[in-house]
């Protein structure tokens, strides 16, 4: 029996893999905080008789995720004060289904005025690392096919020593520091018009061909970098925003409540 939208949020909140992710981000002091701050609002509820007013709708609204989703054809709104996801329309390959929650997003975002930023938009995508590095591989395979062919060809034997000095630092195989190794260039897939191009070509055109190909792989080599830049840069950020300042925090002041220095404060 499938689980109703209610069953399924409820699975999702006791999913310990989830909250186990969910939290590592965050500090004990911010546990502690939402803990009392939902502690705080369930004794405020309990207090209060009656339907909730029109401002406590206001500020709930105004603390919550909207999602939208590409799934089984169709693409979902996924509001967190609805009672379950709504159907926005069917999502075709080939179609860009943002095209669909483009005027949902507009809508809310013109709610407000110009001057309030009442909201953040956030995307999931895949990382783009992934994607650079098989197309590396791609690069490096398409080399290597063309270096067989002029061997073969007796055009030349060895790397090729490209004209452009620019060029000297081309790879031809894996390279860990960006992320390459020889399994992922054994299993990448040349287009294969492009392979039957390049085992066919005279010299003359593959070393052309290379030429090309160096000067695709100098632009990778260098976006591979700056996105492991950015993952360092977040990985750092990551690690500080998780280090617990609290009990650093809490020896300071006990020592200066010992030295009697916060009766001076008060």
């Known amino acids: 029996m499938p689980f109703t939208p209610a069953l399924r949020g409820d699975a999702i909140n006791n999913f310990d893999f989830v909250k186990r992710i969910h939290n590592s981000f965050a500090r004990r002091m911010d546990m502690l905080h939402s803990d009392l701050q939902l502690k705080d609002e369930a004794t405020s509820r309990k207090s209060r008789s009656g339907k909730p007013s029109h401002d406590d709708g206001e500020a709930n609204a105004a603390f919550h995720f909207i999602a939208f989703v590409p799934a089984q054809g169709k693409v979902w709104k996924f509001d967190g004060l609805e009672r379950q996801p709504q159907a926005l329309g069917s999502s075709t390959v080939g179609n860009d289904w943002l095209d ?136 750092e950020y990551a690690t500080g925003r998780r280090y617990d300042y609290g009990p650093a925090v809490r020896t300071w002041v006990q020592f200066l409540a010992r030295k009697r220095i916060l009766e001076e404060l008060k």
């Open 100 to 235: 669909l929650v483009r005027d949902n997003i507009l809508t809310r975002m013109y709610e407000y005025e110009e001057d309030q930023i009442e909201f953040s938009i956030l995307s999931l995508a895949r990382d783009p690392l992934l994607d650079l590095v098989d197309k590396l591989a791609i690069n490096v395979k398409s080399l290597d096919i063309l270096q067989r062919h002029m061997t073969l060809s007796g055009g030349c034997s060895g790397q090729t020593a490209f004209l452009d000095p620019g060029l000297e630092n081309t790879i031809w195989g894996a390279d860990k520091s960006l992320g390459l190794n020889q399994d992922q260039i054994d299993q990448a897939q040349v287009p294969a018009e492009e392979s039957s191009r390049y085992q066919n070509c005279s010299v003359e055109d593959a070393l052309q061909y290379q030429t090309h190909l160096a000067h695709g792989q100098q632009e990778l080599r260098a976006a591979i970098r700056e996105e492991q830049q950015s993952h360092r840069a977040d990985d």
